[in-house]
């Protein structure tokens, strides 16, 4: 007699994965952005020209799928379709590594100072306080002039302001795990604070991590445009979707294509990324099963 065996059962991550995916609209608006991703970073390559080159036979072409440059070209003979691709490379490679570098040190900092409670909690928090009280733009403004300008103070200083936030919600989890059993069993068997904190604090934070980090993508991408369309982010003749829209937006009254296609493609990644955060903090929520 063959014995059947009994299902497998799923781990909590599994099911809250299998969640994900039954929601439709989060699911197209992944594939949506993974399509945007793949084109910003690999479809520049595909054009015998860069985003900087100048065609002096096509200024201010108009849209032409005949010619080599598809959606025309801008006042100085730059391919349009080929700067705002380059540009979304630049934006979405500040946002993806700034909300990683920001959830990376905000997740350690609010553990740390959850687990630790008392005296140290106070200080790493009022440190926090601090800094919630400086005006962003200023904040950024000051740490861009600190750092030199250029991208690396740009993203420095976005990091540096977008931080705060991760450090708060994560301190406040990291306090009501550390009254837990099984972080008062790892302590009574000898395991350091460091290797709690590391090995079950933080992992125990991870699914309000994710949740939280997809909505610090677009925060970061839109803090990034916001200022570059300022003139205190990415500089000419570097391209960035927010330096590009506010080209566009100079010249909307005569060329409107200019502002359609990177303010397009910006609003479709924001449009998505929140779509995705909605999907990620149904199927991780505990009170939704």
Same mark, same amino acid.
């Given at each position: 007699m063959v014995e059947i065996a009994p299902p497998k059962s799923l781990s909590t991550f599994q099911l809250q994965l299998r969640r994900f995916r039954s929601n439709r609209l989060a699911m197209l608006s992944v !594939?949506?952005?993974a399509l945007i991703t793949l084109a910003c970073f690999f479809g520049p390559f595909f054009f015998p020209f860069t985003g900087e080159d100048a065609d002096f036979d096509y200024i201010n072409a108009p849209i032409d799928f005949g010619s080599a440059h598809w959606f025309g070209t801008d006042d100085f003979g730059r391919d349009l379709l080929v700067r705002v691709l380059e540009g979304g490379r630049v934006s979405l490679t500040i946002g993806f590594l700034g909300a990683a570098t920001a959830g990376f040190i905000g997740v350690l900092y609010g553990a740390v100072a959850g687990? !630790?409670?008392?005296?140290a909690d106070r200080?790493?928090?009022r440190a926090v306080e601090v800094l919630y009280g400086f005006p962003y733009v200023i904040l950024v403004i000051l740490l861009s002039l600190l750092f030199g300008g250029g991208n690396v103070a740009l993203f420095a200083a976005i990091v540096f302001t977008l931080w705060l936030t991760p450090a708060v919600i994560v301190r406040a989890q990291a306090q009501s795990l550390a009254r837990r059993e099984f972080v008062e069993a790892a302590r009574a068997g000898g395991m350091?604070?460091?290797q709690i904190v590391l090995e079950h604090i933080v992992p125990n934070c991870i699914s309000v991590v994710i949740v939280y980090g997809s909505l610090l993508v677009p925060e970061v991408i839109l803090s990034e445009s916001f200022l570059s369309f300022l003139?205190?982010?990415?500089k000419e003749p570097q391209a960035s979707w927010g330096n590009l829209i506010q080209t566009g937006t100079a010249a909307m009254g005569t060329d409107l294509r200019l502002l359609l296609l990177p303010g397009t493609l910006l609003a479709l990644v924001l449009?998505?990324?929140n779509f995705i955060?909605?999907?990620?903090?149904?199927?991780f929520d505990p009170n939704d099963r």
């Open positions: !594939a949506v952005l687990y !630790a409670g008392g005296r200080m790493m928090m350091t604070a460091r003139g205190i982010g990415i449009f998505c990324l955060a909605d999907g990620l903090r149904d199927a």
